[in-house]
């Protein structure tokens, strides 16, 4: 079946560093991914995705590319903010016929993001 | 557009009580919606999938006659937590899905605690 797996963390940055979040994937067919962020107390909202093979997809200063030969989607960010702070979910959607888009989510990654 | 909402966002009841947990897309049909359980530090569990009108699809472990979901209108779906345990606390998440979008739009969270 679909899996996501994504860096363990925690994650500990100070502000305006660099950020990778390293997520891969096993698919049958060929999925979106997706990058979600959870914020304390709250609920998930998507920060980004990409549909097809070399799309990147980006929001807020974050990128990922979909790289099929590597089967990955990683998260980076060139300067992080405080604000960042949140953790960070990797998910893939299976679009074949009957799946109703099911989300697979990786483990997440929590960040914290030192002023 | 796309807003999902829950209610309650937060519920204490006592052991052997139900709970009725409140899921709706404001702004557009929601024709699939998705229930997720979160525990501390962890990813999301799908626990099932309903379609309107049609009675809902669980994940293997979830009981059903223990969780009933009721998707009644292309708005609202809800997911009652019958006979509470403390073991039943968690964070439950609602996504929902509109017929032409490939994408889950996800609700605030309800945070369920049994005493």
């Known amino acids: 079946g679909d899996s996501v797996t994504q860096m363990e963390g925690p994650v500990t940055l100070s502000e305006e560093a660099f950020l990778t979040i390293n997520c891969t994937y096993t698919?049958?067919?060929?999925?979106?991914l997706f990058w979600y962020v959870q914020y304390p107390g709250e609920g998930l909202q998507l920060l980004l995705k990409?549909?097809?093979?070399?799309d990147k997809g980006s929001n807020k200063g974050f990128e990922a590319t979909y790289r099929k030969e590597t089967t990955s989607f990683h998260l980076e960010k060139g300067s992080v903010q405080v604000s960042d702070s949140a953790v960070y979910f990797c998910?893939?959607?299976?679009?074949?016929?009957?799946?109703?888009?099911?989300?697979?989510f990786g483990k997440g990654t929590l960040l914290t993001v030192n002023p | 557009g796309a807003v999902v909402s829950q209610h309650p966002s937060r519920v204490i009841c006592k052991s052997g009580t139900s709970v009725k947990i409140e899921c709706r897309s404001l702004?557009?049909?929601?024709?699939?919606m998705f229930w997720y359980r979160q525990f501390p530090k962890q990813s999301l569990m799908l626990m099932a999938t309903?379609?309107?009108?049609?009675?809902?699809?669980?994940e293997q472990g979830v009981e059903k006659d223990k969780f009933l979901i009721n998707h009644a209108s292309l708005t609202l779906s809800t997911l009652t937590v019958t006979s509470a345990h403390p073991e039943d606390s968690s964070f439950y998440i609602c996504?929902?899905?509109?017929?032409?979008?490939?994408?889950?739009?996800f609700g605030p969270g309800t945070r369920l605690t049994v005493l």
């Open positions: 996504s929902a899905r509109g017929t032409y979008r490939n994408e889950q739009f």
């Open positions: 998910a893939l959607s299976d679009l074949s016929g009957g799946s109703n888009y099911k989300l697979t």
């Open positions: 698919a049958t067919g060929y999925p979106s």
């Open positions: 990409a549909t097809k093979a070399d």
């Open positions: 702004d557009f049909q929601a024709t699939t």
């Open positions: 309903s379609n309107e009108g049609s009675k809902a699809t669980y």
